[in-house]
DNA sequence: AGTGGGATCTGT
DNA sequence: CAGATCCCACTA
């Protein structure tokens, strides 16, 4: 696999999400628009919600909000929480296993216009949280159940050989912890970042 | 048909 | 730490 290409193999996501999380880490969200604008964001921060998993969406019953995730690897899973934010997943593991990874933050290194004016502390945290993240993307439900590939919306790419030769050198490492923002659940550590880096969430 | 709480974020 | 703000899953 070279650095830059598409994910269009979603077989790498069909896996369980807590194998899937800390590999997304370093990897790139990409927002493609209709008039050919795009605004990426390298993935710092994920977490993995899957069977057995309370506070997972998917727990109780398939409904028409987490239907999405019991479908096929590969497709974005996208909801609207507390009335104002959108949250954006990636589904994974294998058709009818409810399962999913939040991307939790994004290092978004060509800022848009749009944010321009803001300070440059604001700034390099302008996709530090899931909600964060998907204003700057412009994400919303609409783009809920698409696959996540080449000439789409959205869609990711694979670590750049600089990221990942940094992660074999150990230059680069990441923090496994426990998850944030949930009621249940909340001893397992499928919380996943990348360690120095300054545009996570929550430390 | 009504309602309680939610995988959040911002300003005080 | 309160408030914003809306959808939806659950109860009845």
């Known amino acids: 696999m070279s650095a830059n290409t598409q994910i269009v193999e979603s077989f790498w996501l069909a896996r369980p999400s807590t194998s899937v999380a800390p590999d997304l880490l370093g990897c790139s969200l990409v927002r493609q628009f209709p008039d050919g604008e795009t605004i990426r964001g390298i993935i710092v921060e994920t977490e993995a919600y899957g069977p057995g998993d309370p506070a997972c969406h998917a727990y109780r019953q398939r409904t028409p909000r987490n239907e999405v995730m019991f479908g096929p690897a590969g497709m974005?899973?996208?909801?609207?929480?507390?009335?104002?934010?959108?949250?954006?997943?990636?589904?994974?593991?294998?058709?009818?296993?409810a399962s999913a990874v939040l991307i939790r933050a994004l290092q978004v290194d060509a800022v848009p216009q749009e944010f321009a004016g803001i300070p440059d502390k604001k700034r390099s945290r302008l996709a530090a949280g899931p909600g964060k993240l998907c204003k700057v993307l412009k994400i919303d439900r609409t783009l809920s159940g698409f696959p996540l590939g080449a000439g789409q919306p959205l869609r990711l790419e694979h670590r750049s050989d600089r990221f990942q030769q940094a992660v074999e050198e150990g230059t680069i490492n990441f923090v496994q912890t426990t998850r944030i923002g949930i009621s249940q659940g909340i001893d397992l550590p499928w919380r996943w970042y990348v360690g120095n880096s300054t545009a996570v969430s929550q430390l």
């Open 76 to 97: 974005s899973y996208v909801y609207l929480i507390y009335g104002m934010y959108h949250c954006f997943n990636v589904v994974t593991d294998a058709e009818g296993v």
